[in-house]
T-cell receptor, first 111, second 110 residues
Framework: KNEVEQSPQNLTAQEGEFITINCSYS?????LHWLQQHPGGGIVSLFM???GKKKHGRLIATINIQEKHSSLHITASHPRDSAVYIC?????????????FGKGTKLTVNP | KAGVTQTPRYLIKTRGQQVTLSCSPI?????VSWYQQTPGQGLQFLFE???????NKGNFPGRFSGRQFSNSRSEMNVSTLELGDSALYLC?????????FGEGSRLTVL
């Protein structure tokens, strides 16, 4: 079982819909990151969370430390939101801190 | 402020060769980390450097190495290339824990 699980793997939505992507993790973490990757490879960091909730424009990220779960919400989705969204956790293992990544959620928003 | 710059963007090597990739972080950022992305394994952490010292390391063989210079620029080297090393190699600089990624270097091993 992967240490970081994302769901769904693929998501297709119509423009304007509310979208939720989920991330569950099984290890102790110091922080959780939500990343966005467009075709071509470039990755943009959307949020870094260690507790609670953060909002940036139409994007909202929440984390529940006790349940080891985070969600990324996109309100009023737009075709330009089409990308792969990746959850990553900062985890200390064997005395070394490293980022562990989920497999990503491919989002397609149709006009 | 310039972003994270990685060079080269694309390169093709043959099995057994070695390769060196370069990463220039955002000015003022002292932490640089490297990642490998493949279709099968997704994103995997390689190593992190801070003030010229390797601070953290992922689970990769010793063929993968790196270093950081006094100006925070970092290089990673892969020796004795294997077909499975074909991947997108990304670096990120960080400040206060927030990550800023470069566009990546796409390596193809033939």
């Amino acid at each position: 079982k992967n240490e970081v699980e994302q769901s769904p793997q693929n998501l297709t939505a119509q423009e304007g819909e509310f979208i939720t992507i989920n991330c569950s993790y099984s290890v102790g973490i110091s922080a959780l990151h939500w990343l966005q990757q467009h075709p071509g490879g470039g990755i943009v960091s959307l949020f870094m969370l260690s507790s609670g909730k953060k909002k940036h424009g139409r994007l909202i990220a929440t984390i529940n430390i006790q349940e080891k779960h985070s969600s990324l919400h996109i309100t009023a989705s737009h075709p330009r939101d089409s990308a792969v969204y990746i959850c990553a956790v900062s985890s200390t293992q064997g005395g070394s801190e490293k980022l562990v990544f989920g497999k990503g959620t491919k989002l397609t928003v149709n006009p | 402020k310039a972003g994270v710059t990685q060079t080269p963007r694309y390169l093709i090597k043959t099995r057994g060769q070695q390769v060196t990739l370069s990463c220039s972080p955002i000015s003022g950022h002292r932490s640089v980390s490297w990642y490998q992305q493949t279709p099968g394994q997704g994103l995997q952490f390689l190593f992190e450097y801070f003030s010229e010292t390797q601070r953290n390391k992922g689970n990769f063989p010793g063929r993968f190495s790196g270093r950081q210079f006094s100006n925070s620029r970092s290089e990673m080297n892969v020796s004795t290339l294997e077909l499975g090393d074909s991947a997108l190699y990304l670096c990120a600089s960080s400040f206060g824990g927030e990550l800023f990624f470069g566009e990546g270097s796409r390596l193809t091993v033939l």
